[in-house]
């Protein structure tokens, strides 16, 4: 459980910095570390999106490493790497999900079980944290590429958060059009777009702040205007 004693929940659009050093843990993801309250932090890598992928794993693990945490890893393909999902994923500080097809992963969360798990580790107040897929899956629906180059809907997500999500808002030029225009037409309801760089930070299902890594980016609410399209407004944020 958290050390104050509440659910977290950090969404973050993405954390490819310009520059950046992969081998370094990106600052949104200590973020999510610090709000745990524990240190050392256990930490489980959740890479369903990306098809569990090893270099993924690899990666997060050498990053995650050099912050001291106790790291450990829930693989689903092409079986479970544990006997006990439920017991790894529930003796946590933390979870983190990473970018890919949230389409995908959700669904193979679903048949294995994972989806009500994760359901009861935000309730038992294990922080929930993940990029991009692993974002958008903790809301209603967002914005997807999970189904070709072109985005479409995703509404299938696990709902512990109200509304959609959509990362990478202004680095991928079609994300901001699309996701006003779903929102705008009620395909998708009114939620919360992430610049990359920018996460948004919910204790319980309440929008507590949005949290950057660099200036310049953040989060916006997109909510319809009633006449078949949505108004835009940026969020305060607070620069890490």
């Known amino acids: 459980m958290a050390a104050d004693g509440r659910r977290h929940i950090l969404a973050i659009g993405g954390i490819d910095a310009p520059g950046a050093q992969r081998q370094q843990l990106p600052a949104l993801i200590g973020h999510a570390l610090a709000l745990s309250g524990a240190a050392p932090a256990r930490v489980c890598v959740l890479h369903t999106a990306a098809g569990d992928d090893p270099a993924a794993y690899l990666r997060t693990y050498a990053q995650l490493s050099q912050q001291g945490a106790r790291v450990s890893h829930l693989q689903l393909f092409p079986m479970p790497n544990v006997s006990d999902p439920e017991d790894l994923l529930l003796s946590q500080d933390v979870i983190f999900a990473g970018g890919g097809s949230v389409a995908n992963m959700v669904a193979v969360w679903r048949v294995h079980g994972v989806a009500e798990i994760m359901r009861r580790a935000w309730e038992s ?28 809907p995703f509404t299938s997500g696990l709902g512990l958060l109200p509304g959609s999500y959509c990362p990478h808002y202004s680095s991928e030029p079609a994300r901001r059009p699309a ?11 009114a939620g919360i777009a992430c610049d990359d760089g920018a ?10 702040s949005v949290v950057a890594d660099r200036p310049g ?17 940026a969020l305060p944020v607070t620069v890490l």
């Open 179 to 189: 996701f006003q225009a779903l929102v705008g037409t009620g395909t998708l309801p």
């Open 217 to 233: 980016s953040t989060g916006y609410r997109v909510e319809p205007d009633g006449r078949g399209a949505s108004t835009e407004r």
């Open 125 to 152: 107040g294990i922080v929930l944290t993940g990029v991009s897929a692993g974002a958008i899956c903790w809301f209603d629906g967002g914005t997807t590429d999970s189904f070709g180059p072109d985005l479409r």
């Open 199 to 208: 996460a948004v930070h919910f204790t319980g299902d309440v929008l507590t």
